[in-house]
């Protein structure tokens, strides 16, 4: 166990609908990264936050959105959904974001876009 | 630009026998290479990392090499077991925290 602690586990929505994913990092880290697995484009880093604040951004569409609250945890929304959007999305903490940090991966959410 | 490359997508090897995967990186890496083994289903776990002050770092049968003027690192895993079956990623740290990831290895240990 990580301590990344993701929710929820699954979802199976459709097509056109909005989601949201939530992820509570480990205890004392201020930074979160989301990454998306697709079978076809492996791990794909989506976005970064430190302490609230957006860091870094790959390649996110503008259909997703996130945000880290005061609490430190943060969600992942994805909104219009499409049949592609169907993947892994993982949580990452680490202490500080920056340098050489050790990311620690949460359980990861399954969306299903039917 | 923020490319990984890594190499081979599957490897097939006997128990005990040795295991390699080589990855590549583009110019604007950072200093921070980790691995992480995936097994079905479940999340990423660190097995091993290397900064770019070191050349090599081992622990016990998992060591890693870093060649910066190369621009490439390697995974060695010797001994293999079953259990070290799994998809194995390699990344390279690019701007802040950023972890760009290479396509994995899918690692097939036999008995």
């Known amino acids: 166990d990580s301590g990344v602690t993701q929710t929820p586990k699954h979802l199976i929505t459709a097509t056109g609908q909005r989601v949201t994913l939530r992820c509570s990092p480990r205890?004392?880290?201020?930074?979160v990264y989301w990454y998306q697995q697709s079978l076809d484009q492996g791990l794909q880093f989506l976005i970064q936050?430190?302490?609230?604040?957006?860091?870094a951004k790959g390649n996110i569409l503008e259909r997703f959105s996130a945000q880290q609250f005061p609490d430190l945890h943060s969600e992942l929304n994805l909104s219009s959904l499409e049949l592609g959007d169907s993947a892994l999305y993982f949580c990452?903490?680490?202490?500080?974001?920056?340098?050489?940090?050790?990311?620690?991966f949460g359980p990861g959410t399954r969306l299903t876009v039917l | 630009g923020e490319n990984v490359e890594q190499h081979p997508s599957t490897l097939s090897v006997q128990e005990g026998d040795s295991a390699v995967i080589k990855c590549t990186y583009s110019?604007?890496?950072?200093?921070?290479f980790p691995w992480y083994k995936q097994e079905l289903g479940k999340r990423p776990q660190l097995i091993i990392d290397?900064?770019?002050?070191?050349g090599e770092k081992k622990d016990q049968r998992i060591a890693v090499t870093l060649n910066k003027t190369a621009k490439h690192f390697s995974l060695h895993i010797t001994e293999t077991q079953p259990e070290d079956s799994a998809v194995y990623f390699c990344?390279?740290?690019?701007?802040?925290?950023?972890?760009?990831f290479g396509a994995g290895t899918q690692v097939v240990v036999t008995p």
């Open positions: 936050y430190y302490n609230g604040e957006e860091r």
């Open positions: 110019d604007s890496a950072s200093n921070y």
């Open positions: 990452a903490s680490s202490v500080a974001g920056v340098d050489a940090d050790t990311q620690y």
């Open positions: 990344a390279a740290r690019y701007s802040w925290g950023k972890l760009q």
């Open positions: 290397i900064r770019s002050n070191v």
């Open positions: 205890s004392g880290d201020l930074s």
